[in-house]
């Protein structure tokens, strides 16, 4: 099975401030044929169904603004939210759908100073 | 507008089991993967399985394997999943999940199980 490690597992940040998270993969995620990267980010607000945030490492979901971007290949992989708002208190999920079983990060849990 | 409706919290005791429902609705299931995801109280997410309801073949994550069992109803556009033999550390949130090209792009609202007696 895919390891997939995220860290930090917590981080505090100020509203405002920019954030990076990262997301490591025990394998590479890119397949070579389309040149894509089968990663995923996911983010959790509390008591709140997963909301898809970033497919193929780098796109965004509909709807997602734009202060988050994802980026990296291979193996190594980030999270970057700029000008973090309240709002985005969550726990934020990487996840592999390269090879089955699919496998997700632990997590990352970003709060708000 | 696609949306995955899942039935409602469930209380099962050891030893028996349950089945949980996950109707789609904008999108035929045909052209899908449908999976499986639970989330054990304040932990992370965990792949179950997934099916291809075109043809019902499934995968499951190893540990799952004599768990839990993936069908679907294409007439409904509903996926299912019954867990067995349930044990106290089943209690979990369960999720349901669709795949198009790859990632896990809509998830359904996600279903409390509790193993009690």
């Known amino acids: 099975d895919i390891a997939i490690t995220q860290s930090p597992s917590s981080v505090a940040v100020s509203v405002g401030e920019t954030v990076t998270l990262s997301c490591k993969s025990s394998q590479s995620l890119l397949y070579s044929e389309n040149n894509k990267d089968y990663l995923g980010w996911y983010q959790q607000k509390p008591g709140q169904t997963p909301k898809p945030l970033i497919y193929?490492?780098?796109n965004r979901h509909t709807g997602v603004p734009d202060r988050f971007t994802g980026s990296g290949s291979g193996t190594d992989f980030t999270l970057i939210i700029s000008s973090v708002q309240a709002e985005d208190l969550a726990d934020y999920y990487c996840?592999?759908?390269?090879?089955?079983?699919?496998?997700f990060g632990s997590g990352t849990k970003l709060e708000i100073k | 507008e696609v949306q995955l409706q899942q039935s409602g919290a469930e209380l099962g005791k050891p030893g028996t089991s349950v089945k949980l429902s996950c109707k789609v609705s904008g999108y035929n299931i045909r052209n899908t993967y449908m999976h499986w995801v639970n989330q054990r109280p304040g932990k992370g997410l965990e792949w179950i399985g997934r099916?291809?309801?075109?043809?019902?073949?499934?995968i499951y994550a190893e540990k799952f394997k004599s768990k839990a069992t993936l069908t679907a109803d294409t007439s409904s556009n509903t996926a299912y999943m019954q867990l067995s033999q349930l044990k106290s550390d089943d209690t979990a949130i369960y999720f349901c999940a669709m795949s198009r090209e790859g990632p896990l792009d809509y998830w359904g609202q996600g279903v409390m199980v509790t193993v009690s007696s």
């Open positions: 099916i291809d309801p075109a043809n019902g073949n499934t």
């Open positions: 996840e592999q759908y390269f090879v089955y079983p699919l496998t």
């Open positions: 193929w490492a780098t």
